[in-house]
């Protein structure tokens, strides 16, 4: 009984660590559907001009006749092309302005981009070659002319590979894996044809190049392993720009207008972001981060980026970190989002424990759980659903989710941090010439400043100490500071004239020492004041006691003002009274 109790808690405990939300439809869900494909190879465009988006994967697989690009309406495999390489990436893009709009797939693989329109291809760019090395160069030359023999050449090229300054072709990289049979016959093959690099696209994204419209003509942005971003125009396939990039870039993500002012986010293998701006071929902005990057996007104004290390931090365009969250498990993939209907964007994280999980900035909004690890996430419309969630899973499996009408997507405070309002800017006036002139008196003044409030704080501190000694000197305190009569004073004036009553109270604040030889008196104005006993003598006072005592004042002048009366509790045969207290009077009424 006591185990079975034991097995109810921990499930129960599970249940309630992991709350998942109710706010998607269970739409579709197939384990064998063959679209291996992660987040960069998943698209959803209307290529048919008929309001129906429809879904295209591009499919990675070691085994050629695997490579497919699969579109997809509904749940219903229409269009099946094969593909010459592996895949890269894959995005939709305008390349002219007839009508209807219908957009083209541009699929990424190896050194080219494969353009289809109306399921069928179109059209092939191919990234210019670029020249290997002079070095690599005179290698080949002399295997041509015969003068060097085959361990040699795989000697030498083995070594500048080592090195590491110079990045052999693709055909001295093949060369260096082969036996020396194998290595012969094949400089014999290639030995004639001038060696190039091949420029491998590693990923792409697009831009709008001269109006704003979703149906607007676009670039195309291109990242390659040799370390270059090349904007292409879509139109007469050209390139329109080129930039230098510190290191691989891996994701690429663009904003703005290629004809008026844009900006391109590079998120490279070195773990940096880099900035580039219209006009600029080298970076602008360099955000290192402390590990490798898995995913970036943009989100609102900020840029999100996800890494190995289980965190995801969010920047400005300009490089500030604004926050950062942990995640519970390692991070498979990202994916933006928008849903215009009710003004949330964000992001989508997809866990190596199956969760996947939907941020707004750095707060959760949704999460679920899935049947399998999810490496490629698409949100967009799907069919003529708006908000639909695309999924792809490690074994091929495909996941649609749609996005309930009436789903809130409320923040949950999953991660603890400030306030909402801590966030929101201030908002600061701008400054003034009354402010400038002050700062910059301060700032040539500065020293003289500090000295002249160093000094004024030394003489407050001396003029507190003074007068703290001569309070003490003269009794000038409510409570004693002798030990030896510890004794607390309480005085009180009631009435409104003429005739005020005086209650004066005394406190033996001491743990077992009685107070002997005590007595009031007073000190006032005589013009002012008569009070009926100007001497108290006071009994025995044991501690723990209080003791009143009362006298009546008179106001003996006609006049409306007021004086103080000075009360002394003084011991007999010393000229030094134990405690003083002062009392401010009230005016008198005048009597009737």
């Known amino acids: 009984m006591d185990k079975e109790s034991t097995i109810d808690e921990k ?10 939300d109710s706010d998607w439809l269970n739409a579709y869900y197939d384990p064998v ?9 998943i698209e959803l465009a209307d290529i ?4 129906d988006n429809k879904l295209i994967t591009a499919n990675y697989s070691n085994v050629k006749s695997e490579l497919k690009l699969k579109v997809f309406k509904g749940a219903s495999l229409i269009k099946e092309n094969n593909l010459v390489d592996v895949p890269t990436a894959i995005i939709s893009f ?7 709009r219908v957009p083209a797939i541009g699929v990424a693989s190896g050194s080219c981009i494969y353009a289809y329109k109306n399921l069928k291809p179109s059209f092939q760019f191919t990234l210019p070659q670029v020249d290997v090395s002079g070095v690599e160069k005179d290698i080949w030359a002399k295997a041509k002319d015969g003068t060097v023999d085959v361990s040699t050449m795989q000697e030498t090229l083995e070594d500048i590979r080592r090195d590491g300054q110079i990045t052999l072709s693709n055909r001295s990289l093949l060369l260096l894996g082969l036996n020396y049979e194998e290595a012969r016959r094949f400089i014999e093959v290639f030995k004639t044809a001038e060696p190039k690099k091949q420029v491998n696209i590693t990923c792409m994204a697009k831009m709008n190049k001269n109006s704003s419209e979703d149906d607007a003509i676009n670039c195309l942005i291109v990242g390659t392993e040799l370390m270059n971003i090349y904007i292409i125009d879509t139109e007469a396939f050209t390139i329109l720009a080129t930039m230098e990039c510190p290191h691989v870039p891996v994701f690429l993500n663009a904003s703005g207008l290629f004809d008026v002012e844009y900006r391109i986010i590079a998120a490279c293998r070195d773990g940096c972001l880099y900035t ?5 071929k080298a970076p602008k902005v360099s955000i290192p981060l402390g590990s490798q990057i898995v995913g970036m996007e943009k989100s609102g104004k900020n840029v999100v980026v996800a890494c190995m290390d289980r965190c995801v931090y969010g920047f400005t365009t300009k490089g500030k970190k604004m926050w950062k969250l942990e995640m519970p498990a390692d991070i498979v993939t990202t994916c933006g989002f928008e849903i215009k209907s009710k003004g949330i964007q964000g992001y989508i994280l997809s866990l190596t424990n199956n969760e996947v999980h939907i941020y707004k900035e750095k707060n959760i909004i949704s999460k679920f759980k899935t049947q399998d690890l999810v490496v490629g996430i698409k949100f967009g419309k799907f069919g003529r659903e708006d908000s639909n969630l695309i999924m792809t899973t490690r074994n091929g499996g495909l996941i649609i989710k749609i996005l309930k009408r009436t789903a809130e997507l409320s923040i949950k405070d999953s991660h603890r941090g400030p306030p909402e309002a801590q966030l929101k800017k201030l908002d600061v006036p701008k400054k003034t010439k009354l402010y400038v002139d002050q700062t910059t008196r301060e700032r040539e003044n500065g020293t003289f400043m500090h000295q002249t409030f160093q ?9 507190t100490a003074k007068e703290f000694l001569r309070s003490l000197q003269t009794s000038s305190t409510p409570i004693s500071t002798n030990p030896n009569e510890p004794l607390k004073i309480n005085a009180q004036v009631q009435g409104i004239g003429p005739t005020f009553k005086l209650i004066v109270k005394v406190h033996n604040i001491s743990a077992n020492q009685p107070c002997l030889n005590l007595f009031l008196t007073f000190i006032y104005d005589e013009k002012l004041y008569k009070i009926s006993k100007s001497f ?3 009994p025995i006072l044991v501690p723990g006691i209080e003791y009143p005592f009362s006298t009546f004042i008179n106001t003996v002048s006609n006049q409306l003002i007021s004086d103080n009366i000075k009360i002394l509790l003084c011991k007999k045969n010393t000229d030094v009274p134990i405690i003083t207290a002062i009392i401010s009077m009230p005016i008198s009424e005048v009597e009737i």
Not at 11 to 20: C, D, E, P, T, W
Not at 34 to 40: A, E, L, V
Not at 276 to 280: A, D, E, H, L, Q
Not at 456 to 461: A, H, I, N, Q
């Open 33 to 41: 559907a063959g679209t291996n494909s992660h987040s960069g190879s």
């Open 94 to 100: 305008y390349m002219d302005n007839l009508n209807p």
């Open 276 to 280: 580039y701006k219209r006009g600029f």
């Open 455 to 463: 000094k004024d704080l030394y003489k407050f501190r001396i003029k």
């Open 11 to 20: 499930k129960l405990a599970k249940n309630q660590a992991i709350s998942y």
């Open 536 to 538: 108290i003598e006071l």
């Open 48 to 51: 048919q001009a008929d309001g």
